[in-house]
Every structure is written in structure tokens, then in C-alpha cells.
């Protein structure tokens, strides 16, 4: 069954560093997503990218935070400057039809700032 | 706006015994809900899909249901096992046209040997 990659699966940073995490969608799929989970919360919601652009950004997602997807199989997360209210795990998400026929999960990174 | 609901945050239950998890949901013009299972520390892995035309959707010894009408969605699984011990998630897209998901909080199963 195919899967989304994500790398790495932990990561440890000092406060004030960029960090950048990457994820492999499924290759037929056109929608992707970032969310993440502080410890002991709920999964947050984000951005969506679709079509090359940003569809939709939560209300986290503010200038520290960039997504790209620099070639046809590659889709990070950039987060500049760190803070220690990032440590997180980070989810990448992606479906093919909006969401129709459900959305396949990576396995997550942990970022760690300290 | 969409609010994802479930209750209790966390139960144990013997092995071997039948039980039910719940997800309520505010805005029932949903066109589907995802069921996933997260392991402590691990990704989502999903679980199943109901879509919002059906009533049911089973897969080996889980069966979800949806009731739109009443804004609630139940997981059923049969005679627990030690390994279904895990947290239980449930989520539907939030509106929009960007298909983001918004989730509960989840249910902590532990089944105890």
C-alpha cells in the first residue's frame, strides 16, 4: 500500500535555528497537508497545499513557517527561527480527491527544540 | 465551524470485552469521517472511512457507524485484544474547499491481559 515518507523522524534543535522537515506524498496525490501535535493535544490543522500554492493556513502558521515543494515528489515544512513552544510532532498529509477516499498519514517528526 | 468531540479521553477495559468509542460532531453537513489509531509516539494510521452516504463500514473486528442527523459517529470493536491498546482519533474535513481535517481530542483505550 503506498505511503507518505516523512524524514527525519526525530529532530533536535537549539531555540532561534531553522529546521527544515520534509515528507514524500503519495506520488498520484494533489492535495497536501502539515499538522501538528503538541504533547498531550489535540492534531492541529495547518496548512494545505494544492496546485502549487498555499490553499489554506491556520491561524499557527504565521511568518515563521513556509512550505515549498521544490521538485514532483518533495513537500517541506521550513520553520525559521524556532521557538520552544515548536516542539511538536509534525504530521504530512495527502489525498488525491479532496479528501473523498480519505487522507494517508506519515508517521510524523518529532522536533525537539531546545 | 467544525468541532470534533470525543468522550471518554480515556478507558480500560478486560480483554476480550466488546466496546464502543464515540466522536461527536457540530456541523452535520460532513462528507465523511476517518477513523485512525495513533500509537504512543507514532504517526495516524487509518483506520476506516465512512463516507457520509453510509450508515456502516467494517473492517475484521472494527465496524464504525455515522448518524448525521444526531452529529455522532461510534467505533465498535470486538472482543478486545492487549494490542488494540492505543489512542483512538476520529476526524472529518473541516468545510471549505481545502479538505484540511479537524480532529478530536481521542480516546485512550487500554485493554488489559
Known amino acids: 500500500e503506498p505511503e507518505v515518507t516523512q524524514t527525519p523522524s526525530h529532530q533536535v534543535t537549539q531555540m532561534g535555528q531553522e529546521v527544515i522537515l520534509r515528507c514524500v506524498p503519495i506520488?498520484?496525490?494533489?492535495?497536501f497537508y502539515w499538522y501538528r501535535q503538541i504533547l498531550g493535544q489535540k492534531v492541529e490543522f495547518l496548512v494545505s497545499?494544492?496546485?502549487?500554492?498555499?490553499?489554506?493556513k491556520s491561524e499557527i502558521f504565521d511568518d515563521q513557517f513556509s512550505v515549498e515543494r521544490p521538485d514532483g515528489s518533495n513537500f517541506t515544512l521550513k520553520i525559521r527561527s524556532t521557538k520552544l513552544e515548536d516542539s511538536a510532532m509534525y504530521f504530512c498529509a495527502s489525498t488525491g480527491t479532496g479528501g473523498i477516499y480519505g487522507y494517508t498519514f506519515g508517521s510524523g517528526t518529532r522536533l525537539t527544540v531546545v | 465551524k467544525q468541532e470534533v468531540t470525543q468522550i471518554p479521553a480515556a478507558l480500560s477495559v478486560p480483554e476480550g470485552e466488546n466496546l464502543v468509542l464515540n466522536c461527536s460532531f457540530t456541523?452535520?453537513?460532513?462528507?465523511?469521517l476517518q477513523w485512525f489509531r495513533q500509537d504512543p509516539g507514532k504517526g495516524l494510521t487509518s483506520l476506516l472511512l465512512?463516507?457520509?452516504?453510509?450508515r456502516e463500514q467494517t473492517s475484521g473486528r472494527l465496524n464504525a457507524s455515522l448518524d448525521k442527523s444526531s452529529g455522532r459517529s461510534t467505533l465498535y470493536i470486538a472482543a478486545s485484544q492487549p494490542g488494540d491498546s492505543a489512542t483512538y482519533l476520529c476526524a472529518t474535513p473541516g468545510g471549505g474547499n481545502t479538505g484540511k481535517l479537524i480532529f478530536g481530542q481521542g480516546t485512550t483505550l487500554q485493554v488489559k491481559p
Open positions: 497545499f494544492y496546485n502549487n500554492e498555499i490553499s489554506e
Open positions: 465512512i463516507q457520509s452516504s453510509q
Open positions: 506520488s498520484n496525490h494533489l492535495y
Open positions: 456541523d452535520s453537513a460532513i462528507y465523511n
